[in-house]
């Protein structure tokens, strides 16, 4: 009885002190003027802001120039390895994507790569967050696929839109799907009041949102191999 005790505290304080390592990305400012995009700097600041309040999550943020393929690779490879196996890793970006991969400032970001880092990780809980148009795509198979290597594992893609969507900016300081994405986190996703959001409850609050204030033009999407009572966010 003892040791079933001290073995339920123990499993309880690694719960309690668990953390979410993240790095945020977002760029706005491409090479040129005809690429540039207006929010979504200011998208991975506003992830980058409600991680840092948080007391259970250590955060990287880059944007617009700093947010080279280079360092985007070495802050996840570098944040990422910090995590413990009862730990969470998120990846979150925020700007223009085609099929395949994410832009940043100087390239292009294959889905593959992020995979690759996030598969060296020690944690069990993987989330990869994307607020880029045609996100939908890290659906679908192909060279530079996420699908090759997470079949067995816990992670969850919640992509700001279907394959063939763009995704919407806004008249406020995010875009759209940031922006029902920040109101989640900070607690109007958690319908049950826990202070735990889990990402069944994440996914309905934004999807819900999104969907209404695009007039049906997008749809947010939740996919891969993962708990719907995950917590995404604790509080």
């Not at 598969?119 to 090759?148: E, L, Q, W, Y």
Request: aromatic share 10%.
């Amino acid at each position: 009885m003892r040791n079933t005790l001290a073995t339920l505290m123990l499993l309880l304080a690694i719960a309690a002190h668990a953390h979410n390592y993240v790095v945020c990305v977002g760029v706005a400012d491409y090479p040129g003027r005809i690429n540039d995009l207006r929010v979504s700097a200011n998208d991975a600041l506003t992830m980058h802001k409600i991680y840092s309040t948080n007391g259970h999550s250590d955060v990287r943020c880059l944007t617009n120039a700093d947010a080279t393929v280079a360092s985007v690779k070495r802050a996840m490879e570098q944040t990422f390895a910090r995590a413990s196996a009862s730990d969470a890793v998120t990846f979150f970006f925020s700007g223009h994507g085609l099929q395949g991969a994410f832009v940043c400032a100087d390239g292009y970001l294959y889905y593959k790569d992020v995979v690759e880092v996030m598969m060296r990780s020690p944690a069990k809980t993987k989330m990869v967050i994307a607020d880029a148009c045609f996100a939908g795509k890290m659906r679908t198979s192909g060279k530079h696929s996420s699908n090759d290597g997470f079949t067995d594992k816990n992670v969850m893609f919640f992509l700001s839109s279907r394959t063939n969507e763009t995704s919407k900016e806004t008249k406020y300081a995010n875009s759209l799907f940031t922006l029902y994405l920040e109101r989640g986190l900070r607690g109007g996703a958690d319908t049950n009041r826990d202070k735990t959001i889990t990402a069944g409850e994440l996914y309905q609050f934004v999807h819900s949102g999104v969907t209404k204030d695009s007039r049906n033009r997008q749809h947010p999407v939740m996919w891969g191999k993962f708990d719907r009572n995950m917590a995404v966010i604790k509080w």
